[in-house]
């Protein structure tokens, strides 16, 4: 069984039996990462819902806006407040 070299200890070359080193960096950056993009995600969504409740506000259907914002029906609907 081979191991990939997103598993392998930078410092000792070990597999992910290597307790430390360089692995537990890479999980902190990988953590962050995830949670900026995570705050990003949520930051882009409600935007999206202020542009799908705009749109709505000026007479625009659920289906056009989905189809405009490349979204299923079900994301326009939650951000109308309807589900």
Request: aromatic content about 4%; overall charge positive; hydrophobic content about 40%.
């Amino acid at each position: 069984m081979s191991v990939t070299p997103a598993h392998m200890c930078d410092d000792c070359g070990n597999a992910v039996e290597c307790n430390g080193h360089a692995m537990t960096d890479r999980l902190e950056i990988a953590g962050k990462a995830w949670k900026k993009s995570k705050e990003t995600e949520r930051a882009r969504a409600a935007d999206l819902y202020v542009a799908i409740r705009n749109y709505w506000d000026n007479g625009g259907t659920e289906v056009k806006a989905a189809e405009l914002a490349g979204v299923d029906r079900m994301t326009v609907r939650r951000a109308l407040g309807k589900l």
